[in-house]
């Protein structure tokens, strides 16, 4: 019962991961095209999942004890799902976890390669804005320091487009 019970969250946790790299999709295109309010609900919406992902995964632990007590192992192992294979000796319960332990390895796998790629892609559009903001604005070459007045060149190089002395 409590191994039915782990592999039904376990399913659960894949298919919720899904749907992380379903929006992380979204949220590619949505980056590409500098779509910010929509991006903004879709990440109000990862933060909703991984809500979730953080409760199914309390769920997943409480159903692995559960099933580590019902074989027989009294202390709290955190065992990964290959070593919990090794406990289950029924043939179907344990092709099944395998097979669910590959799926979500593989998704898992995917959800890092598209964050990562998006993480990229944020970085580029901020590097863009800075670039786009130092044409416009312009850099100063001189630090700001304190120069007094009666230094020769105080004057002369004015620091941005616009002159706060006015």
């Given at each position: ?117 998006n993480q990229k892609l944020i970085e580029q559009s901020l590097t863009f ?25 105080y004057n002369n190089a004015r620091p941005g487009l616009f002159d706060a002395?006015?």
């Amino acid at each position: 019962m409590a191994l039915t019970k782990l592999l039904e969250l376990l399913e659960r946790l894949d298919d919720t991961h899904l749907q992380m790299l379903d929006l992380a999709a979204i949220k590619k295109q949505t980056i590409m095209d500098n779509k910010v309010d929509v991006l903004i609900d879709i990440m109000n919406r990862e933060s909703k999942l991984v809500k979730l992902i953080g409760q199914l995964e309390e769920q997943r632990s409480e159903a692995t004890h559960a099933f580590l007590q019902g074989v027989g192992i009294r202390s709290n192992l955190n065992l990964n799902i290959t070593e919990l294979s090794r406990l289950v000796f029924d043939p179907d319960h344990k092709s099944r976890l395998q097979q669910i332990q590959q799926k979500l390895s593989d998704t898992l796998q995917r959800l890092k390669q598209a964050n990562e790629l998006n993480q990229k892609l944020i970085e580029q559009s901020l590097t863009f804005i800075d670039y786009s903001l130092d044409l416009l604005v312009g850099r100063p070459n001189q630090e700001f320091t304190y120069h007094h007045p009666a230094d020769k060149g105080y004057n002369n190089a004015r620091p941005g487009l616009f002159d706060a002395r006015g």
